[in-house]
């Protein structure tokens, strides 16, 4: 049982992670930017080029692909509900508890939301 607990706590906490990270920060520009291979792949050139156009530094990365790109996986990686659920299913699989999974998806957007709602504050 505490096997099982720790798991859904190790899940949640991680899919929470990924959430501030990709949905509040430009972090796999900063450190792609300057991989080329990185850097043309993941559109990276592209991003930089439209804030050096329009100046626009307030536009995330990822919210820069949901608004220029439209195919099934930039929607996916876009929404963090629909990203969550499969962060935190490879998460349980990983951690071998797949019954936690939707007790960790919860907890995790519950996180998420707390620390949206206090970082939007700030």
């Given at each position: 049982m505490e096997n099982n607990?720790?798991?859904i706590i190790y899940s949640s906490f991680f899919s929470t992670f990924i959430f501030i990270v990709l949905y509040n920060t430009n972090v796999i520009v900063e450190y792609?930017?300057?991989l080329?291979?990185?850097k043309e792949k993941l559109k990276i050139k592209d991003y930089l080029d439209y804030q050096n156009l329009?100046?626009?530094t307030t536009l995330l990365y990822i919210q820069y692909l949901a608004?220029?790109?439209n195919n099934f996986f930039i929607k996916l990686i876009s929404c963090p509900l629909c990203f969550g659920?499969?962060?935190n299913l490879i998460s349980s699989l990983?951690?071998?508890n797949i019954q936690g999974i939707f007790i960790s998806y919860t907890i995790s957007v519950i996180?998420?939301?707390i620390f949206k709602k206090n970082y939007d504050t700030i």
């Open positions: 607990f720790s798991s792609c930017k300057y080329p291979f990185f329009t100046g626009d608004s220029t790109y659920f499969w962060v990983y951690l071998s996180l998420y939301t």
